[in-house]
Nanobody, 125 residues
Framework: QVQLVESGGGLVQAGGSLRLSCAAS????????MGWFRQAPGKEREFVAG????????YNADSVKGRFTISRDNAKNTQYLQMNSLKAEDTAVYYC??????????????????WGQGAQVTVSS
C-alpha cells in the first residue's frame, strides 16, 4: 500500500505561481509512475501531468503545456507540480496518483492505483 498526501495548495491571483507537493509513505515511490489530476466543481476529473518511475519521461495535458512542470525526487519519496501563469480555469482540487509502471505512462485514471485526498487550488481573476 502507498499513502499519498498533497500539500501546497491555496489561493493565488491569476498570473501567479504555486508548487504542489505529494509525499508518499508505505512504499518507495521509485516503484511507481506518478501523476497529477484535477477536478473542478461540476466537472469530471481530468489528467494534468505524469512522470515515469525514473523521472526521465514526462507527459502533460495540452491545457497546461508550457505552464506546469511535473518532477519527482525519489530520495525524498516526493513528487511536485510547479504551476506558473495560473488562470482562473485552473481552479480545482488537485490529486496526486501513483501507478504500476507496467501500465505505462498516460492520461487514463485507470493506469493509477493509489490516490491522495486532494489539495484545493483557487485562482482569482
Amino acid at each position: 500500500q502507498v499513502q499519498l498526501v498533497e500539500s501546497g495548495g491555496g489561493l493565488v491571483q491569476a498570473g501567479g505561481s504555486l508548487r504542489l507537493s505529494c509525499a508518499a509513505s508505505g512504499r518507495t515511490l521509485v516503484r511507481y509512475n506518478m501523476g497529477w489530476f484535477r477536478q473542478a466543481p461540476g466537472k469530471e476529473r481530468e489528467f494534468v501531468a505524469g512522470i515515469n518511475w525514473s523521472g526521465g519521461r514526462t507527459y502533460n495535458a495540452d491545457s497546461v503545456k508550457g505552464r506546469f512542470t511535473i518532477s519527482r525526487d525519489n530520495a525524498k519519496n516526493t513528487q511536485y507540480l510547479q504551476m506558473n501563469s495560473l488562470k482562473a480555469e485552473d481552479t480545482a482540487v488537485y490529486y496526486c496518483a501513483a501507478g504500476d509502471p507496467s501500465r505505462g505512462l498516460g492520461s487514463q485514471a485507470s493506469r493509477y492505483d493509489y490516490w491522495g485526498q486532494g489539495a484545493q487550488v483557487t485562482v482569482s481573476s
